[in-house]
């Protein structure tokens, strides 16, 4: 079965310090894999995404996602956060040829401390 | 600005009344989509409309009835909502079905009493 996994709800972190946001994926098809981020009261933002090519993906606000298909992952990082990275992150995988429709995780909710 | 415009931001009603979402996008897109965000759910895809045909309808109860008049348009008729109905409905478009990055509107925070 194809499927999305966000195994983190809650991520709390200190300002400043590197953050990993893991996501997973179960697919026997290829597959187009995205982050979003969601602010309070806001919609959906688009961090980055992998269609093809290099594996290491670089996106906005600092955050970069290594697609590893061998571990079916597409982990976020960001080496340095900032009180603003507050929000939900969201991993998205397109599993081609199944309808090409996005299958969201459940988020991960990123929580900055002082 | 995403491009991808709701209204209204939020809304409050029975369940005997009748409303409607609205999306807008100025973006040139051929598809258009909503979504469901409910807490601690993954967001549930509702409906899918390319070139202002339904797609994709996943078993959505028929109080959620969609309407996309044309390519920049997409509403979203609500009748007789059950109070587990609340949630943040989301709009997003596409480049084309499916195959591209989606953006998405601000949304519309709905609350059924």
């Known amino acids: 079965a194809q499927s999305v996994t966000q195994l983190d709800s809650q991520v709390p972190v200190f300002e400043e310090a590197p953050v990993e946001l893991r996501c997973n994926y179960s697919?026997?098809?290829?597959?187009?894999l995205f982050w979003y981020v969601q602010y309070p009261n806001q919609g959906l933002q688009l961090l980055l995404k992998?269609?093809?090519?290099?594996?290491l993906v670089k996106g906005i606000n600092g955050f970069e996602a290594e697609f590893n298909k061998s571990q079916t992952s597409f982990h976020l990082r960001k080496p340095s956060v900032h009180i603003s990275d507050t929000a939900e992150y969201f991993c998205a995988v397109i599993f081609t040829g199944g309808g090409n429709k996005l299958t969201f995780g459940t988020g991960t909710q990123l929580k900055v401390e002082l | 600005e995403t491009g991808v415009t709701q209204t209204p931001r939020h809304l409050v009603m029975g369940m005997t009344n009748k409303k409607s979402l609205k999306c807008e996008q100025h973006?040139?897109?051929?598809?258009m989509y909503w979504y469901k965000q409910s807490a601690k759910k993954p967001l549930e895809l509702m409906f899918v409309?390319?070139?202002?045909?339904?797609?994709e309808n996943n078993s959505v109860p028929s109080r959620f009835s969609p309407e996309c008049p044309n390519s920049s348009h997409l509403f979203l008729h609500l009748h007789t909502l059950q109070p587990e109905d609340s949630a943040l409905y989301l709009c997003?478009?596409?480049?084309?079905?499916?195959?591209?990055?989606?953006?998405f509107g601000q949304g519309t925070r709905l609350t059924v009493v």
């Open positions: 973006l040139g897109h051929n598809a």
């Open positions: 697919s026997s098809v290829s597959v187009y």
């Open positions: 997003a478009s596409s480049q084309d079905y499916g195959n591209t990055e989606a953006f």
């Open positions: 409309y390319s070139l202002e045909e339904r797609v």
């Open positions: 992998y269609l093809s090519g290099s594996t």
